[in-house]
C-alpha cells in the first residue's frame, strides 16, 4: 500500500514538476537575454526573417547556435520570448541563440520547396538552396551580431534536422560543429512518409492536409490541418476512405501541391532521389554529432544512415558521432526518457543526454572547452537498460545470426530440415491494425507496444524461440528473408500480383513477470523492439517496381533499422509476418496495378500468401548479435 501511495505521488508531482522548472526556464530567458528580429538578405536578394536571442552579458564573447525552421520561430515580437530553449544547459552555460524562418515558410521571404535538393552546380553566385541560405545567413550573423567568437553551431530536430545536415554542406568556415537530429533524409526509402516505397497515410495525411497548404504571403500564424474526422477511430476512417486516389477529391487534397507531388512519384525516381542529401556528405567540415531516437515513429532510419553516410564517404577520420536513446521522435528534447508506454527504462536517460553528451560536443568545438572523451557512437541498449559506448557502429565485435522460421510456429538458429510452408489470407478489407487501441492520432508508443492482439489473428503468423538460457545482444540492422507464394482466385487472368510485408522482432517477456504499466499485466507481454514494412513490388528495385506471379515463389529481402538491445535469460525472441500494418501504412490493393495511388476501390482483392520454410528457401530473420 505504501507503493501505491508514493507512486501516486510521484504521478502527481512530476507534471508539477516540469510545470514548474518550464516556467524557471522561461524566466532565465526573459532575465537573461536581449531579443531582437531581422531580415538577413539572401544572394538571390530574398530576406530571411530571423530571431536573435543575446546574452546580457557583454563581457566575453560567445558561439552562436542556430536552428533554422519551417515550423516557425515564434513567438515574434521583440518584445515576446521563447518559454525554453531546447536543451537548457547551453543557454545558462553561455551561448547566442539564432532561429531562422526558412525561405517560403512564416515570416521569410521566396518559395517554400519541400525538402529542397541540394544544388550541386560549382557557381552558385546566385543561385540558393538551403545550404547557401545557411551560408548566408552564417556570414550575415557573424558580420552583425556583436560579442560573438567567431564559431557557429547548428542543430536542429526533425525537419530542423534536415536543414541541420543542409549546414553540414554549406561549407562556411565558421560553422564548426553541427547535431542533425531526427533528421529527415529520406521521404521513400525509410523516414516520415514512406518505408520501402509503402505510404505511410496516416502520418503523410494528417501532416500535408495543414503543413503543405500553400502559404501567398509572410505569416505569423500557421494553418490547420483537417479536423472532420467524424470519428475517434483512425482505423475506421480510412478504412471508409478507400483508395488513395480518393483523398484528392473527396478531402480537397489535389490543392495540395507536395501531395500531389506524392500521388505523381510513387517509384524511387529522380525527384525521391534529388531530395536525398547522404550522396552529397563528402569532404565535410565540421564536426558532426546526429542524434535519433530508438523509438523515433518518424525519422529513426533518417538518423542512422545520416551517420552511417558520413562515416562511408569521409576516408579521412573526421569527427562524425552517433547518439541514440529510447526516445521517441524529439525525446531527447521533451520528455524525461525514462519510459515509453507501457515499458520502462529507469533513469532520466535526456537528462544524461543534455549534461552528458551535446553539452560537451558544443562547448569543445564551438569554445574549446573541455576534452572530447564523448565516444563514436553512445546507444542506448534496451532490454539491459544501459548506456553502451563503441568505437564504431555497428559495433565491430558482431556476428550475423539467422533464426530460420519451422513448422509449428518455432524459431530456431537450425536451418530447417523438412519442407514446409505457413499460409495465411491478407484481406485488404479486414486489414492488421498497428496498435488495439482505439484513438484518432498516430501514437508515438506503438512503438514498444505489447503484440500479444496481433499473435492472436489468423493473418499474422507468429515464430518464437524457446526460453533463453543467456543473453543475447542484438546491435545493428535487422535484415529479412522471406521466400514467399501468392495466390489468389480474382484476377483477370494475367496472373499478377502484389503484396507488403511487414516483418516485427519481438521480446517476450516471462509469463512470471510480476506488476502491471498502465494497467497492463507485463507477464508474458509482447515488447515490440523493431518492425518495418516492404512493399512487394520494390522487393527488387526501388526504380522499377514489378508484380509477384501467382504460385511463383519469390524472395522478399529487405532491412529494417538498427536496433540496439538485449534479450535477456528467461525471455523468449519472437518474430511476426503479416501483410498491412493499417492504417500506419496505407492498404495495397494486391491485384498488379501500375501505381498504387491510381488504384480504384474495385481493384482491392484478398490473396493467400504462404511463407515456406525448406532447404534452399528458408525463410527467416538475420540478426547482429554482440559477440560476449
Same mark, same amino acid.
Given at each position: 500500500?505504501?507503493?501505491?501511495?508514493?507512486?501516486?505521488?510521484?504521478?502527481?508531482?512530476?507534471?508539477?514538476?516540469?510545470?514548474?522548472?518550464?516556467?524557471?526556464?522561461?524566466?532565465?530567458?526573459?532575465?537573461?537575454?536581449?531579443?531582437?528580429?531581422?531580415?538577413?538578405?539572401?544572394?538571390?536578394?530574398?530576406?530571411?526573417?530571423?530571431?536573435?536571442?543575446?546574452?546580457?552579458?557583454?563581457?566575453?564573447?560567445?558561439?552562436?547556435?542556430?536552428?533554422?525552421?519551417?515550423?516557425?520561430?515564434?513567438?515574434?515580437?521583440?518584445?515576446?520570448?521563447?518559454?525554453?530553449?531546447?536543451?537548457?544547459?547551453?543557454?545558462?552555460?553561455?551561448?547566442?541563440?539564432?532561429?531562422?524562418?526558412?525561405?517560403?515558410?512564416?515570416?521569410?521571404?521566396?518559395?517554400?520547396?519541400?525538402?529542397?535538393?541540394?544544388?550541386?552546380?560549382?557557381?552558385?553566385?546566385?543561385?540558393?538552396?538551403?545550404?547557401?541560405?545557411?551560408?548566408?545567413?552564417?556570414?550575415?550573423?557573424?558580420?552583425?551580431?556583436?560579442?560573438?567568437?567567431?564559431?557557429?553551431?547548428?542543430?536542429?530536430?526533425?525537419?530542423?534536422?534536415?536543414?541541420?545536415?543542409?549546414?553540414?554542406?554549406?561549407?562556411?568556415?565558421?560553422?564548426?560543429?553541427?547535431?542533425?537530429?531526427?533528421?529527415?533524409?529520406?521521404?521513400?526509402?525509410?523516414?516520415?512518409?514512406?518505408?520501402?516505397?509503402?505510404?505511410?497515410?496516416?502520418?503523410?495525411?494528417?501532416?500535408?492536409?495543414?503543413?503543405?497548404?500553400?502559404?501567398?504571403?509572410?505569416?505569423?500564424?500557421?494553418?490547420?490541418?483537417?479536423?472532420?474526422?467524424?470519428?475517434?477511430?483512425?482505423?475506421?476512417?480510412?478504412?471508409?476512405?478507400?483508395?488513395?486516389?480518393?483523398?484528392?477529391?473527396?478531402?480537397?487534397?489535389?490543392?495540395?501541391?507536395?501531395?500531389?507531388?506524392?500521388?505523381?512519384?510513387?517509384?524511387?525516381?529522380?525527384?525521391?532521389?534529388?531530395?536525398?542529401?547522404?550522396?552529397?556528405?563528402?569532404?565535410?567540415?565540421?564536426a558532426v554529432m546526429t542524434v535519433g531516437g530508438l523509438f523515433d515513429a518518424e525519422d529513426c532510419w533518417g538518423a542512422w544512415n545520416t551517420y552511417k553516410a558520413i562515416e562511408q564517404q569521409?576516408?579521412?577520420?573526421?569527427?562524425?558521432?552517433?547518439?541514440?536513446?529510447?526516445?521517441?521522435?524529439?525525446?531527447?528534447?521533451?520528455?524525461?526518457?525514462?519510459?515509453?508506454?507501457?515499458?520502462?527504462?529507469?533513469?532520466?536517460?535526456?537528462?544524461f543526454y543534455q549534461k552528458e553528451i551535446e553539452l560537451k560536443f558544443f562547448e569543445y568545438h564551438l569554445k574549446g572547452a573541455g576534452t572530447m572523451d564523448l565516444p563514436e557512437a553512445y546507444?542506448?541498449?534496451?532490454?539491459?537498460?544501459?548506456?553502451?559506448?563503441?568505437?564504431?557502429?555497428?559495433?565491430?565485435?558482431?556476428?550475423?545470426?539467422?533464426?530460420?522460421?519451422?513448422?509449428?510456429?518455432?524459431?530456431?538458429?537450425?536451418?530447417?530440415?523438412?519442407?514446409?510452408?505457413?499460409?495465411?489470407?491478407?484481406?485488404?478489407?479486414?486489414?492488421?491494425?498497428?496498435?488495439?487501441?482505439?484513438?484518432?492520432?498516430?501514437?508515438?508508443?506503438?512503438?514498444t507496444d505489447d503484440q500479444r492482439f496481433a499473435s492472436r489473428r489468423p493473418d499474422v503468423l507468429t515464430y518464437e524461440t524457446s526460453v533463453m538460457t543467456e543473453p543475447v545482444t542484438v546491435?545493428?540492422?535487422?535484415?529479412?528473408?522471406?521466400?514467399?507464394?501468392?495466390?489468389?482466385?480474382?484476377? =483477370?487472368?494475367?496472373?499478377?500480383? #502484389?503484396? &507488403? $510485408?511487414?516483418?516485427?522482432? +519481438?521480446?517476450?517477456?516471462?509469463?512470471?513477470? *510480476?506488476?502491471?504499466?498502465?494497467?497492463?499485466?507485463?507477464?508474458?507481454?509482447?515488447?515490440?523492439?523493431?518492425?518495418?514494412?516492404?512493399?512487394?513490388?520494390?522487393?527488387?528495385?526501388?526504380?522499377?517496381?514489378?508484380?509477384?506471379?501467382?504460385?511463383?515463389?519469390?524472395?522478399?529481402?529487405?532491412?529494417?533499422?538498427?536496433?540496439?538491445?538485449?534479450?535477456?535469460?528467461?525471455?523468449?525472441?519472437?518474430?511476426?509476418?503479416?501483410?498491412?500494418?493499417?492504417?500506419?501504412?496505407?492498404?495495397?490493393?494486391?491485384?498488379?496495378?501500375? =501505381?498504387?495511388?491510381?488504384?480504384? #476501390?474495385? &481493384? $482491392?482483392?484478398?490473396?493467400? +500468401?504462404?511463407?515456406?520454410?525448406?532447404?534452399? *528457401?528458408?525463410?527467416?530473420?538475420?540478426?547482429?548479435?554482440?559477440?560476449?
Amino acid at each position: 500500500m505504501r507503493i501505491l501511495i508514493l507512486l501516486g505521488l510521484l504521478a502527481f508531482i512530476t507534471p508539477l514538476f516540469a510545470q514548474n522548472q518550464a516556467t524557471l526556464d522561461s524566466a532565465f530567458i526573459r532575465d537573461n537575454f536581449t531579443k531582437r528580429e531581422v531580415m538577413i538578405p539572401m544572394r538571390d536578394g530574398k530576406q530571411l526573417f530571423t530571431s536573435i536571442y543575446s546574452p546580457k552579458d557583454q563581457s566575453r564573447k560567445y558561439p552562436i547556435i542556430m536552428r533554422r525552421t519551417p515550423y516557425s520561430c515564434s513567438p515574434y515580437g521583440a518584445g515576446n520570448f521563447s518559454t525554453g530553449f531546447q536543451n537548457m544547459n547551453l543557454a545558462r552555460s553561455g551561448y547566442i541563440f539564432v532561429f531562422q524562418d526558412v525561405r517560403g515558410r512564416y515570416m521569410s521571404e521566396g518559395d517554400f520547396v519541400d525538402v529542397r535538393p541540394f544544388n550541386t552546380a560549382s557557381d552558385k553566385k546566385n543561385v540558393a538552396d538551403e545550404a547557401t541560405d545557411t551560408y548566408d545567413a552564417a556570414d550575415w550573423l557573424l558580420k552583425y551580431v556583436p560579442n560573438n567568437n567567431g564559431n557557429i553551431g547548428v542543430m536542429g530536430i526533425s525537419y530542423p534536422g534536415f536543414y541541420s545536415t543542409m549546414a553540414i554542406l554549406a561549407g562556411h568556415p565558421a560553422i564548426k560543429a553541427v547535431s542533425p537530429q531526427a533528421p529527415v533524409t529520406d521521404w521513400f526509402i525509410g523516414d516520415d512518409f514512406h518505408h520501402n516505397g509503402a505510404f505511410f497515410v496516416l502520418d503523410g495525411f494528417g501532416f500535408y492536409s495543414g503543413f503543405g497548404k500553400p502559404r501567398p504571403q509572410p505569416t505569423t500564424a500557421g494553418q490547420s490541418g483537417f479536423r472532420d474526422w467524424n470519428t475517434p477511430d483512425n482505423y475506421d476512417f480510412y478504412l471508409k476512405a478507400g483508395a488513395l486516389r480518393n483523398f484528392g477529391e473527396r478531402y480537397d487534397m489535389n490543392k495540395i501541391p507536395f501531395w500531389n507531388d506524392l500521388m505523381a512519384h510513387p517509384n524511387y525516381d529522380d525527384f525521391w532521389k534529388a531530395r536525398n542529401p547522404r550522396p552529397h556528405l563528402k569532404n565535410i567540415r565540421p564536426a558532426v554529432m546526429t542524434v535519433g531516437g530508438l523509438f523515433d515513429a518518424e525519422d529513426c532510419w533518417g538518423a542512422w544512415n545520416t551517420y552511417k553516410a558520413i562515416e562511408q564517404q569521409n576516408p579521412v577520420k573526421h569527427p562524425n558521432s552517433i547518439v541514440m536513446g529510447p526516445w521517441v521522435h524529439g525525446g531527447w528534447s521533451r520528455t524525461p526518457g525514462n519510459r515509453l508506454g507501457n515499458v520502462v527504462f529507469g533513469q532520466n536517460t535526456t537528462d544524461f543526454y543534455q549534461k552528458e553528451i551535446e553539452l560537451k560536443f558544443f562547448e569543445y568545438h564551438l569554445k574549446g572547452a573541455g576534452t572530447m572523451d564523448l565516444p563514436e557512437a553512445y546507444i542506448f541498449e534496451t532490454g539491459s537498460n544501459r548506456w553502451t559506448t563503441y568505437n564504431h557502429w555497428p559495433p565491430e565485435n558482431i556476428e550475423q545470426r539467422k533464426w530460420y522460421f519451422q513448422a509449428k510456429g518455432q524459431l530456431s538458429q537450425n536451418p530447417p530440415t523438412t519442407s514446409g510452408s505457413d499460409r495465411y489470407v491478407s484481406d485488404p478489407a479486414h486489414p492488421v491494425p498497428y496498435t488495439e487501441d482505439v484513438h484518432l492520432g498516430r501514437t508515438r508508443e506503438y512503438m514498444t507496444d505489447d503484440q500479444r492482439f496481433a499473435s492472436r489473428r489468423p493473418d499474422v503468423l507468429t515464430y518464437e524461440t524457446s526460453v533463453m538460457t543467456e543473453p543475447v545482444t542484438v546491435t545493428g540492422p535487422v535484415v529479412a528473408e522471406l521466400w514467399v507464394e501468392l495466390d489468389d482466385s480474382q484476377t =483477370s487472368g494475367d496472373g499478377l500480383l #502484389d503484396a &507488403d $510485408f511487414v516483418v516485427k522482432l +519481438i521480446d517476450v517477456f516471462p509469463d512470471t513477470m *510480476k506488476g502491471r504499466e498502465n494497467d497492463v499485466p507485463m507477464g508474458g507481454y509482447q515488447m515490440l523492439v523493431r518492425g518495418e514494412i516492404m512493399r512487394g513490388r520494390f522487393r527488387n528495385s526501388f526504380e522499377k517496381p514489378e508484380p509477384f506471379k501467382r504460385q511463383q515463389t519469390a524472395l522478399v529481402r529487405f532491412e529494417l533499422p538498427d536496433v540496439a538491445h538485449t534479450f535477456l535469460p528467461g525471455h523468449t525472441m519472437m518474430v511476426q509476418v503479416q501483410s498491412s500494418w493499417f492504417p500506419l501504412s496505407d492498404r495495397n490493393p494486391q491485384r498488379w496495378v501500375p =501505381s498504387i495511388y491510381e488504384a480504384r #476501390d474495385e &481493384d $482491392f482483392i484478398p490473396i493467400e +500468401i504462404s511463407l515456406k520454410h525448406e532447404s534452399g *528457401k528458408a525463410s527467416g530473420i538475420v540478426l547482429p548479435v554482440l559477440k560476449r
